[in-house]
């Protein structure tokens, strides 16, 4: 073997290492447990493990059906505040732009104290599903969520389980992120 292939060989092996060796020093530190990420794709807090919601009875409030369909759960006073109208309106351009995927989300909202104006939803949030949260289903899934914010968003699967809750101040960017990403992969609802 001359200098000439010896040399054409050396620079081959170099250009390799230098697109490969990356690769195989970041697949041999990560599978290695040598380091992982700490970072995460995901902006809400999985509820583990999840509320199954089959056990209150949410249907006799106005036809409310948490299953078969993503349901965005909103929680608030009935008079609705000004933080509650923000996270209604929020919520309702976040359903929007989810885009075609916006039929497989419906929005709820459960309210424990007051009673909403009927007059308000019906203008500015039609669609907008309510849930009286003094009645005993209610209550009970009040209690069961145990939320202490003013007002918390929370998310129910198809399958009538609860099991995320966004962080209160999370950008609706954030839920809209987590939103489109499990209605990619989701083949239910």
Known sequence: MNDAQRKGRLQLIAVAAIFFGPVIVAFGLYYGGIWKPEGQAVNGALIEPPVALTAFDLTAEG????????????????????????????????????GKDSDRVQRVWLYADGQPDAEFIATQHPGLKTVNGSSEPGLGLLQKIDSRESVSLFLVDPKGNLMMQFPAGLSMRGIHTDLKRLLKVSRIG
Do not use: F, H, K, N
């Open 63 to 98: 036809g409310v059906r948490l299953e078969e369909i993503w349901s965005l759960v909103m929680i608030a006073p009935g008079d609705c505040p000004d933080l509650c109208q923000q996270a209604l309106y929020e919520t309702r351009q976040l359903r929007r732009a989810l």
